[in-house]
């Protein structure tokens, strides 16, 4: 009794707030979406939200009754796989999608119909799935649905997920193919990759540093050099050369990307023969600093950048 008592006690103490707001919030928004959307200009979703259009198309199923429904044996399968505030949050996400879906069919559905113009109804229901999914993934939550049916197919079969995904997706609009044409099925597939994109983009951030690594036998004099005149930190890693087996220093620096053109011919006037690889870095945060042309920035070191 003690040790459920606890257990509970945990769980409650792991959930935010914050967190379950915007995970409504996003619920929301992608709900709205779908209702105002997908369904007004016939077009299907990928996932388990796809199935329950086929049913709603099909049956006149409302589509927040079979998401409940179609998940419930997936909480239950899927219950030892989560972490319990992730199931928590799960739960929330996929009922109140699932409220919101029902709501804004009855009482919020509005004439959006761009059907002479599908282009512009797939990017708009691209991005209210994006938005909303994207800020439920984002504080931790999900709707449930093929996200338990990946990790299930990841645990027992060593599926890949994003592999075991695609096939989802792909299998559900292939199906939707039983109520719409062809013409609005390769629509949806534009909608639903465009949407993945928007997704990414509220997961990480819209802004997008530069990470540039670089390794010379003159770290130090570009360290120096990056530190004061650019006013950027650097923190240097030991490395050994894979095919010599010499030691080298390796320097790591981030930088705005209007900054990247101008960091390599800072490190290319110093030493022409340098290495530099240069990355995206996105949502650069520590300690409440983020990455800006008007703060600084501190790096792994803990020291000022």
């Not at 707030?17 to 915007?22: E, L």
């Not at 534009?190 to 997961?203: C, G, L, P, Y």
């Not at 650097?234 to 050994?240: E, Q």
Request: net charge neutral.
């Amino acid at each position: 009794m003690n040790r459920n008592c606890n257990l509970v006690k945990t769980i409650l103490s792991s959930i935010k707030f914050k967190n379950i707001f915007f995970i409504l919030a996003g619920s929301a928004i992608y709900a709205f979406g779908v209702v105002n959307l997908n369904i007004q200009n016939d077009l299907s979703e990928g996932g388990l939200t796809g199935l329950t259009l086929i049913l709603f198309a099909l049956f006149n199923i409302d589509p927040g009754l079979s998401n409940i429904l179609i998940n419930v044996p997936l909480f239950l399968i899927g219950w030892r796989l989560l972490g319990h505030h992730m199931l928590i949050y799960t739960i929330i996400g996929t009922a109140s999608f699932s409220f919101f879906l029902s709501f804004f069919r009855h009482y919020f559905m509005f004439d959006i119909m761009l059907k002479d113009d599908m282009i512009l109804a797939a990017l708009f229901a691209a991005v209210f799935k994006g938005v909303g999914v994207g800020v439920i993934f984002r504080y931790g939550g999900t709707t449930g649905g093929t996200d338990i049916a990946a990790r299930i197919g990841n645990k027992f079969f060593g599926w890949s997920m994003g592999k075991t995904l695609f096939v989802i997706d792909f299998m559900v609009i292939s199906s939707s193919l039983v109520y719409l044409n062809y013409r609005e099925a390769m629509y949806t597939i534009v909608s639903v990759f465009i949407a993945s994109r928007v997704i990414d983009i509220i997961q990480q951030g819209a802004y997008t540093a530069k990470g540039a690594t670089i390794i010379s036998e003159k770290n130090d004099v570009i360290a120096s050099n990056l530190a004061y005149d650019m006013n950027r930190g650097v923190t240097l890693w030991k490395g050994i050369g894979g095919y010599t087996g010499d030691h080298k220093e390796i320097l790591y620096c981030v930088v705005n990307r209007n900054e990247i053109f101008r960091l390599k011919n800072t490190v290319n006037h110093i030493d022409p023969s340098a290495f530099i690889a240069v990355n995206d870095v996105h949502e650069v945060s520590v300690q409440g600093y983020s990455l800006d042309e008007h703060k600084n920035l501190w790096n792994i070191d803990g020291k000022n950048q």
